[in-house]
């Protein structure tokens, strides 16, 4: 846990940082505190690269039009192995489903549009990627 507000943090524990991102304002919330959402397990399979771990790479649901992101498959409520990213505890409206990783490293990223639903099994595909890209992409969220 990290507490608020959030400064920012890095993709890599490589000394040089792949990708580093920084919050002018960032806090922890109880995210479905205004949504009243019902709650699924879901299985996002990522395609494109090999060794997808938790090592090497985060994912977030960022729930479109509410301004919050969730932290998917690294917390209590999940994992990331083996190129597939599980999550018992999913909001069920839509979402971007985010992946970000560092492998050999190259910097990856990529993201699908869902509705998650109960025991849905989706597939991401990332692809290598420039930090400007990545920003971009983020952005596009919005």
Same mark, same amino acid.
Request: aromatic share 12%; with cysteine; proline share 6%.
């Given at each position: 846990?990290?507490? &608020?507000?959030v400064g920012g943090f890095n993709f890599t524990s490589s000394p040089d940082s792949i990708y580093i991102i920084n919050c002018d304002s960032l806090g922890w919330g109880n995210a479905d505190v205004f949504m009243s959402p019902t709650y699924v397990p879901c299985t996002f399979t990522v395609n494109g690269a090999s060794n997808v771990s938790s090592a090497n790479t985060k994912a977030y649901c960022v729930y479109d039009g509410k301004n919050t992101v969730w932290p998917s498959g690294g917390s209590s409520y999940g994992s990331i192995s083996n190129n597939v990213i599980t999550d018992? %505890?999913? +909001? *069920?409206?839509?979402? %971007?489903?985010?992946?970000? &990783?560092?492998?050999?490293? =190259?910097?990856? +990223?990529? *993201? =699908? +549009?869902?509705?998650?639903a109960l025991n849905g099994n989706y597939p991401v595909t990332i692809a290598p990627i420039t930090k400007e890209s990545l920003d971009a992409l983020i952005l596009s969220f919005h």
């Amino acid at each position: 846990f990290v507490i &608020s507000p959030v400064g920012g943090f890095n993709f890599t524990s490589s000394p040089d940082s792949i990708y580093i991102i920084n919050c002018d304002s960032l806090g922890w919330g109880n995210a479905d505190v205004f949504m009243s959402p019902t709650y699924v397990p879901c299985t996002f399979t990522v395609n494109g690269a090999s060794n997808v771990s938790s090592a090497n790479t985060k994912a977030y649901c960022v729930y479109d039009g509410k301004n919050t992101v969730w932290p998917s498959g690294g917390s209590s409520y999940g994992s990331i192995s083996n190129n597939v990213i599980t999550d018992q %505890h999913i +909001a *069920s409206i839509p979402i %971007h489903f985010l992946v970000i &990783s560092v492998i050999d490293n =190259t910097l990856y +990223a990529g *993201s =699908t +549009a869902v509705t998650p639903a109960l025991n849905g099994n989706y597939p991401v595909t990332i692809a290598p990627i420039t930090k400007e890209s990545l920003d971009a992409l983020i952005l596009s969220f919005h």
